[in-house]
């Protein structure tokens, strides 16, 4: 199976089970009497959403090139990963007021039955954390990686959940619950944070480190003919790199070979392992 074929999969088996795991979590909230449960259920109905915006992002960024976008359509991967983002971040805000709300209102105490299906969740949403996590990685998918935390901020507000209840039930505290989806909404609110800050530089045309820069300059420079890279000016746009590159050569040559070099300099670095999608190359002359 291509990867493409396997993020496709994985999308569409995360929105099933994010469905039918909001379904659980929200019946068993409710008739175990845990907020921290049922707020839980709520932010994955939530992640259904940003499972559908994580999968029209890709399907997107992987439309070719047009007149109207001659550098392809690979922006849509970062704002779809910041609008991601945004979303966890207003879901934890909305769990934060809600669980507030509730320690000042007389519940009754969580049933100890919840906590077998919360161990259940958890196990569930760390596998798919980690499959997201790693089709993130290896494509640099920046969206992928931003839904890989939705599914790592459901493993840790369920484990808030798992021990609100327990001490709650143990002590006899009802707030316990409610503290802990408040805990849990501050842990993830502050990676959300975090996950804006690529997906925004991103989508600033900001150059990538100085380390995969040096990489396509010696790359280009193992091409006959060229004598050095002048300037090297890389940018990121979904999946894939997009460049600009001044390459030194011979001035004696003519016009025709220093065009074939050119090509030669492009055929390269395309064919190379650094996902490079499109590259500009300017020749010149060194007297």
């Known amino acids: 199976m291509n990867q493409q074929k396997q993020i496709n999969l994985f999308v569409s088996l995360s929105i099933l089970v994010n469905f039918l795991l909001a379904a659980g979590k929200i019946s068993f909230g409710l008739s175990g009497h845990s907020f921290a449960l049922s707020a839980d259920g709520l932010e994955s109905l939530a992640d259904i959403g940003s499972s559908l915006l994580v999968w029209f992002g890709i399907k997107i960024s992987q439309i070719p090139p047009d007149p109207n976008h001659p550098f392809g359509h690979g922006k849509a991967d970062p ?3 910041f609008i991601v983002s945004i979303l966890l971040m207003l879901c934890t805000l909305f769990v934060s007021i809600e669980a507030i709300k509730n320690l000042w209102i007389s519940t009754p105490l969580p ?3 919840t906590l077998p299906a919360i161990g259940i969740i958890v ?4 596998i798919f954390y980690r499959i997201f996590k790693k089709l993130g ?5 920046l969206v992928l990686c931003a839904d890989s935390w939705h599914h790592r901020s ?23 619950d409610s503290i ?18 690529p997906s925004f530089l991103e989508m600033m045309d900001t150059a990538p480190s100085k380390n995969i820069e040096q990489k396509i300059r010696n790359i280009a420079e193992e091409v006959p003919g060229v004598i050095k890279i002048e300037k090297c000016r890389i940018r990121k746009s979904g999946h894939g790199l997009l460049m600009d590159i001044h390459v030194m050569v011979s001035g004696t040559l003519t016009v025709r070979e220093g065009h074939i070099i050119g090509h030669k300099v492009k055929d ?20």
């Not at 802990?180 to 800050?197: M, P």
């Open 180 to 197: 802990a989806a408040i805990v849990s909404a501050i842990i993830i609110f502050w990676n959300s944070i975090h996950l804006i800050r």
């Open 268 to 287: 390269k670095l395309c064919a190379s392992p650094m996902n490079i999608t499109d590259v500009v190359v300017h020749i010149e002359p060194v007297e």
């Open 154 to 176: 459901d493993v840790l507000s369920s484990l808030s959940a798992f021990f609100g209840i327990l001490i709650a039930v143990a002590t006899g505290l009802k707030q316990a």
């Open 79 to 81: 704002i779809a990963a």
């Open 137 to 141: 990685e290896n494509t640099g998918s």
């Open 123 to 126: 196990i569930i949403k760390e």
């Open 111 to 113: 049933s100890l039955y």
